[in-house]
């Protein structure tokens, strides 16, 4: 019987060519965006390698320092005394008048590390400096690059995939050993090609010869944090940034909380932190702020141009939700519609068959099994879509260094979606079609 | 005779199963005090009142009457695709006034074939799997429903246009494939609502001339409903009716 439903499906489709092509593309478009748009939201905030552990993380990218301007105001109260005499009372208050200095910067490192050592519900956490760039030159060919100077525990928060060689450790922080992590790219760019007998090989960054320790596989996102090509340790910065005990500098902090729910505790310790701060009395401000975020928090805050971090998600997510509602809204509504003309319109097939011996539940199966159909066809086709379009852009740059990933689960998914969809568009009109009397369909 | 289960085999040479008429006094249909009462909002349409009609075995019976008097309703109730409002419908020794849901759609595979006026055939099938439906529900395997098929559309002389489609057919043929689907399922009863109105007199009498040979060869019994005094001649007996009522 299912070989039979499944015929008749495929016979049904391949007569209504214009019905099916609508559907097909309907289906498999829609689906194919879905995809593009779950596998560029998987890149950008899933948990991927370095950041198998993001939602765990907290970044500190920046800190405010600000100071409140003050009116004075005066407030005077007039009262009539028994005698007849005015008495007047005076008051003087300070409020805030609304206007402030700020500026907004990363920090130095002697602030992070005197402050933000001892932070409780942290796993681990790392205090880097991402904004360096570094000309090499090889041949005559300049090879910038960008700088990353990090601690040891960098490696734990972040989980590089090593493709030879190892990260450097805690003695090499300590003893300032100029030794480098490089990415592949960066080992094919300078040494013509990336294998293990690069480790151990001397490069030239700068003025100093640095040994390559180890090489990592390139990230698949361009996040701030992870986004370097060579990663030195932090003591090999210019002394000058390593030592200065200015709250500024060039570095921002990574926690990786005990689980994900730790995460706001950690905030709200920063928060703390930060109200709480002693500011060194000769400071041309009164206060700081701590601008701190899970990942897609500070992923809306860095795209909104904003540093409060809950409000820029809300601004971001709730109207990219919406327009994905819409976006959905449209090609279902579209099947459903479609669904119910096709069903009406074989009124009187429905009709035979039911005079023939098919009851209720046949009718009902057959709509049904040809709504699968149409759908599994459309979302292979939307499949085979969305893994061209990632191919073409990944092996393009088109998106920067972002790779998209194409995943079955999220495939699996939608097609689910798109089912419950394509079924209840389906079943409703064939369950009152299954219910009609024959003799009134037939008239 | 039953067919049932995926793969169950049918007998060879089943084209005759009952003598045939007059020599079977079995009562095949049996219609008591049958009424039917269209209702809307505002008013109530008498279709069919107090009709009594008994068909033994084997019969080839017509029913004529003016448009509208209750001909196609009587025949819909017959074939358990209407419900009456009040009465009771016996069909091959059933009662079957009650039945409803699977059990009707079974009766109906079981024993019943339909030949409509304007043919209803499924377009998107082609002439064989047409054929093939009443077998479907039935559940016979492939091999068995398409052996049975064939059988069926040579009897009605087109196995030659068993892969072709509906809209491929002039009207004719329309209707031999509507009789091949509908005698598939070796049904007791046919039942046909005016099967020749749609043709031209030359076709209507070919019609006529397969439907007469199934009921002499293979002793079905049939009902038909027709506007064409020639062709209930045919037949071995008239029914008349007028508003709902058999005049004769």
Known sequence: MIKNYLTLALKVLKRKPFYTFISLFGISFTLMILMLITSMGDALFGANQPMSDVDRMVFLPMLERYTEFYDTVYTVDTIVMDDGSLRMDSTETLEPNGSMNNSNGQMSFSFLDNNLRDLADVDSYTFLSNSSFIDAYLDGRKVTMGTYYTDARYWDVFDFNFLHGLPFGPDDVTAANKVAVITERIAENYFGASGADIVGREMILGNDPYRVVGIVERPLKDDETIAGDVFLPVTTIDNRQYTSTEIYGPFQAVFKASSPGKRESIKQQLTFLAENYEVPPDANYEHIRMYSGTATESFAANLMQTTDTERAKLMLFIPLFVLLALFLALPLINLINLNVSRVFERKSEIAVRKAFGADSRDILYQFIFENLVLTFIGGFIGLVLAYLIIQYVNANDLIGIVRLAFSVKIFFYFILVILLFGLLSGILPAYRMSRTTVATALR | MEIRGKGAKAPRAPFTPYPPYPLYPFKMIELQNVSKS???????????????????????????????????????????????????????????????????????????????????????????????????????????????????????????????????????????????????????????????????????????????????????????????ERMAKKTHRLVRLSDGERVS
């Open chain 2, 38 to 228: 269209y209702r809307t909002d505002t008013i109530e349409t008498l279709a069919l009142q107090h009709m009594n009609l008994s068909v033994p075995a084997g019969e080839f019976l017509s029913i004529m009457g003016p448009s509208g008097c209750g001909k196609s309703t009587l025949l819909n109730i017959m074939g358990l695709i209407d419900e009456p409002t009040e009465g009771s419908v016996s069909l091959a020794g059933k009662e079957v006034t009650s039945y409803n849901g699977t059990k009707v759609a079974r009766f109906r595979n079981e024993q019943l074939g339909f030949i409509f006026q304007s043919f209803h055939l499924i377009n998107d099938l082609s002439v064989v799997d047409n054929v093939e439906l009443p077998l479907l529900y039935r559940r016979v395997g492939t091999k068995e429903r398409r052996r049975l098929s064939l059988e069926a559309l040579e009897h009605v002389g087109l196995s030659n246009r068993a892969g072709h489609f509906p809209t491929q057919l002039s009207g004719g043929q329309k209707q031999r494939v509507a009789i091949a689907r509908a005698i598939v399922g070796r049904p007791n009863i046919i039942l046909a609502d005016e099967p020749t109105g749609n043709l031209d007199s030359h076709m209507g009498d070919e019609i006529m001339d397969i439907l007469t040979r199934l009921n002499t060869d293979l002793g079905t019994t049939i009902v038909m409903v027709t506007h064409d």
